[in-house]
């Protein structure tokens, strides 16, 4: 089979890999539907993180079952699947308290890379969730966006702790942050404040649900923050960026008993105690746990009531998995849909 | 009148000073029924945080209101009134979020000092309550732990999100991270883990509510309450010191998905980010918004349902408040009480 492999920073090749099999028992071989290109890809494309070895690549995928191993038997071969970027057996403590993401036994899915044409599972029964039939081509792409950019935008509104009728300000306007926005909706959010400079990401907020766009950013949008909310601030701000300036974004616009939930990856990130204790700003963030969310994002996607999938500006072969890469690197797309 | 001043550290004297007098309209001078050193005043008696110049001490007080001024309301001469340390005028956005130690208009209550024998109070009306009655002598110094440490040691638990069931680990032993116990067992964890190496406070923390000791500190005390959670950690850890080492014991002390109040002031804490997002653990901290709590917990010390008034193991006249602050200093005391 073919697959994309990271060879340097800037260097995306598509070729030829070898056939994943079933190693474990628990694992399931799916045959790739579609996958994409992620926003945290781009760290290591960027070359911010070191790329040491030639590396497969990609971490989202939606697939048909393939195979299955012998102890699996939450899934079967045909099926249409979606997991999270982390196996997980969703049966030990952390699992069952809803953190999937740090499963006492989790896999990261990435590590053989999901932009290719099939994909070893592990932990399939705790990972995988199958539709009930077949999706119809059109959810395709809102189906693939909650196995990572719905599911962690979701998980940014859930640990900000977001209710019904708050005022919700997003930092970032990627794929996460426009999903952020969906999720904030969902979940009752009566003002979506999106921090956005981009016309076109601004108006794919706006169609998520957005009330609000501030186009402002460091001390001149968290003043604007405030001057919307009656000087104090939001009540919970959805980091979804990862970046120092961000964070210094999201906390001062957050108000006194308000909540920050931080779901891009943390690069240089240092937060002072003092600080944080003065603010009364609560925090919570990680990799999200979208395992937990699977089974109701799904239902959301396959009753019409969300469509994550309109973050996917770009649908591109996967064989041009390296034009993917570079279009999201000079922010030509919002984010790369690859089908095989 | 007489009152405490701190001229340098080490060096508390008490002295004559002016008398307090009603300065705004929304003042109430009280005389001082009963008033205590707290262990933050040691940041400054220890040369911890500077002392410039001769500063009047302490914040923690109860006592019987003397005169109003022309606006206040709300309480009257001859009540017996408890009081958080930050005065709040219990109206604005930030004191309707229960958080009035970020009122927009508070004022730090200490600042003239509560180490004596008179006390103005500012914006009474939103900061003092007022017992029902003139309370019994033995109520007295569970009434004054409401004005601080029982009120801290309560939002420790509230900011940790502790619910019934939970398995809550303390971190810290002197008066606040006791009360944090009382707090715990109130809102009705199931399992709660004192960590203390003295023999007296652990006593105590026993007799508040603690199910379990935990003398170790560092990486065995972290290993120690994982062994005790089966391996992932507490629900809710209540860091009651504010030290990095205390921090660094709190937040690996905690199991994924769960969450650390943190009431003690921080003193040179950095917090990693990446570390805080892959631990998936959630963080609240800050000065205790006690005003909140205080109505509640005097009810609660009232009807003898606590009795945090325990945590003092030392009486002296207020005249001896240089006794006091050594007795701390050199932890022959958890808590001095000051009688005027």
Redesign the interface.
């Known amino acids: 089979m073919r697959g994309a492999v990271l060879y340097a920073p800037g260097d995306v090749r598509f070729e030829e890999r070898a056939d994943p099999k079933i190693i474990n028992a628990t694992d399931a071989l799916i045959r790739t539907a579609a996958t994409c290109v992620c926003g945290s890809d781009l760290w290591d494309y960027r070359g911010i993180n070191p790329v040491e070895q030639p590396t497969p690549f990609g971490h989202e995928y939606v697939g048909i079952v393939e195979e299955v191993g012998s102890e699996v038997t939450a899934v079967k071969p045909g099926q249409f699947v979606i997991g999270s970027f982390f196996a997980s057996d969703n049966t030990c403590?952390?699992c069952r308290?809803?953190?999937q993401?740090?499963c006492?036994h989790r896999e990261f899915v990435g590590a053989e890379g999901c932009q290719a044409e099939k994909i070893r599972i592990p932990l399939a029964d705790g990972t995988l969730v199958a539709t009930p039939e077949q999706p119809a081509e059109e959810h395709i792409p809102s189906l693939l966006a909650c196995s990572d950019v719905m599911g962690t935008g979701w998980y940014a509104a859930v640990?900000a702790e977001v209710r019904p009728g708050d005022t919700v300000a997003v930092v970032g306007d990627g794929a996460v942050g426009l999903c952020a926005v969906i999720a904030a909706r969902e979940l009752g959010a009566e003002r979506i404040i999106a921090m956005s400079r981009h016309e076109p990401r601004q108006k794919l907020a706006r169609e998520f649900g957005a009330t609000d766009i501030v186009a402002e950013r460091g001390e001149e949008g968290i003043a604007r923050i405030k001057e919307m909310t009656?000087?104090?601030g939001a009540d919970r701000v959805l980091e979804c960026v990862g970046t120092?300036e961000s964070?210094r974004q999201a906390l001062p616009s957050t108000?006194?008993?308000g909540?920050v939930g931080?779901v891009g990856?943390?690069?240089?990130?240092?937060?002072?105690?003092?600080e944080?204790?003065?603010?009364?700003?609560?925090?919570?963030?990680?990799?999200a746990?979208v395992r937990a969310f699977l089974p109701d994002l799904i239902d959301r996607v396959l009753s019409g009531r969300i469509n994550p999938g309109k973050v996917f500006d770009l649908t591109l072969p996967l064989e041009q998995v390296a034009d993917a890469y570079q279009a999201m690197d000079e922010r030509r797309a919002i984010k790369a849909l690859l089908m095989p």
């Open positions: 403590a952390n308290n809803g953190y993401t740090n006492l640990a009656g000087g104090i120092q964070m108000r006194p008993g909540h931080f990856v943390p690069h240089g990130v240092a937060l002072d105690g003092q944080l204790f003065y603010s009364h700003v609560g925090l919570r963030g990680g990799p746990p």
